[in-house]
């Protein structure tokens, strides 16, 4: 019999937590279905000449079964993500797992299969972003005004960060890769790994510990592919996602700390704020959290803030 094939798809580098977490699903599927899955891990899309940003339609069409994708990407079909582009909403990522593992996931999984032919199999960590930029160390929110900034595709993203002075330009991680070295993008916002992993450190000097914005990922998979699975497989698929999940966002969690001290002091500054710098652009961010508090379901934020 013909092996089933399931393609994942990615794009970043095989050492990444992402691709990493994506690995140990194959080896699960592996370890459990041997032979009768082919699994294949596209791991780095861009390397392909592809933007990130194409993954979802890749599964949406079939071309893929799964990839891994931030959920700024899926506002709307499901406008309740979007309470993961509020700054500085999310303290704890234990609050946002707890929240994302619940009542609240479970809505969001339902949402897209209602909205979309995905089905969520999973929510990773995609970190809390942190500021960096070519021109001058960052303690202020002054320090950010006129700075060109590569964003998310995100508008609300935009918004925040246009709050703080800077000139928010959102294109796909690709475009921003190819032209780091150039002036085009002065600043850019990344957590800690994809700051070292996407070599933004060789050009951007200074380094920020704002943590402005913490994201999720989506682990999706194909509906139709899903379905036409035995449900054997559907089951193995699922532990594999619920275990790649675990291994992932315990990678998330401890690359905070690891990925600080891969930066050679020689060519990065680490700007770490006071509690009072840090309230600066909380503060200058504040009505756009107003704005979204009176547009967004109240109990959105029930679930994200501290109890």
């Given at each position: ?105 479970r809505s969001l999984e339902r949402r897209m299969r209602e909205a979309t032919p995905l089905r969520v199999l999973g929510f990773w960590d995609n970190g809390f972003r942190q500021l960096t930029n070519s021109v001058r160390p960052i303690r202020a929110p002054s320090d950010c005004r006129g700075l060109r900034i590569r964003t998310q595709m995100s508008a609300l993203h935009g918004e925040a960060l246009r709050a703080l002075g800077f000139e928010p330009i959102a294109v796909d991680i690709k475009e921003f890769t ?130």
């Open positions: 019999m013909k092996p089933i094939s399931i393609r994942f798809g990615g794009y970043q580098k095989p050492s990444s937590i992402h691709n990493r977490a994506a690995s140990r699903f194959g080896e699960i599927l592996g370890q459990k279905l041997g032979g009768r899955i082919a699994f294949e891990l596209v791991g780095d899309v861009l390397a392909l000449g592809r933007n990130s940003g194409e993954l979802p339609e890749m599964v949406k069409r079939g071309e893929l079964s799964l990839c891994y994708m931030s959920t700024v990407r899926f506002t709307k079909a499901v406008p309740e993500f979007r309470i993961f582009e509020l700054p500085f909403l999310v303290e704890d990522r234990r609050i946002a797992y707890r929240a994302l593992d619940g009542e609240f996931g190819e032209k780091i070295a150039t002036d085009r993008f002065q600043a850019q916002d990344n957590p800690l790994t994809n700051i070292y992993s996407f070599g933004v450190h060789k050009y951007h000097r200074h380094i920020t510990l704002t943590g402005h914005f913490f994201g999720a990922s989506a682990l999706i998979c194909n509906e139709a592919h899903y379905r036409s699975w035995p449900q054997d497989v559907q089951l193995t698929v699922e532990e594999a996602a619920l275990e790649a999940t675990a291994l992932q966002r315990k990678l998330a969690a401890a690359e905070d700390t690891e990925a600080l001290g891969r930066f050679d002091p020689r060519e990065n500054e680490i700007v770490r704020l006071t509690d009072a710098e840090r309230a600066a652009f909380v503060n200058a961010v504040e009505p756009v959290l107003a704005k979204y508090r009176k547009e967004l379901d109240p109990q959105l934020f029930a679930y994200l803030e501290k109890a």
